[in-house]
């Protein structure tokens, strides 16, 4: 069983910045894909950028510029870095681990973020 715990989470205005970190209880941790999904009220989940233990990238379009998705498979840490927040962005995020052999996935218990106009 994997622990996500995440932090961060807060309030901020429109052109500014969040950070929002997720530390992990799992071993052998570079074999996780981590990701961070954010879900908006009466919204599904939508991924917004995940990295591989080798350091790949991928972010959802309405993000790239923006937020910056990163690890440190030493410290088990996954950092979102945040900038030029839009009210758009308002959701409550999610940190996400697979493991990759076996797809099995875990999640964190979320961290609201919200973006004022």
């Known amino acids: 069983q994997v622990q996500l715990v995440e932090s961060g989470g807060g309030f901020v205005q429109a052109g500014g910045s969040l950070r929002l970190s997720c530390a992990a209880s799992?071993?052998?941790?570079?074999?996780?894909?981590m990701a961070w999904y954010r879900q908006a009220p009466g919204k599904q989940r939508d991924l917004v950028a995940a990295?591989?233990?080798?350091?790949?990238?991928n972010y959802t379009n309405s993000v790239k510029g923006r937020f910056t998705i990163s690890r440190d498979n030493a410290k088990k840490m996954v950092i979102l870095q945040m900038n030029s927040l839009k009210p758009e962005d308002t959701a409550v995020y999610y940190c996400?681990?697979?493991?990759?052999?076996?797809?099995?996935?875990?999640w964190g218990q979320g961290t609201q973020v919200t973006v004022s106009s």
């Open positions: 990295i591989t233990g080798r350091h790949s990238t």
């Open positions: 799992a071993s052998f941790f570079s074999w996780y894909t």
């Open positions: 996400n681990a697979k493991y990759r052999p076996t797809a099995a996935q875990y």
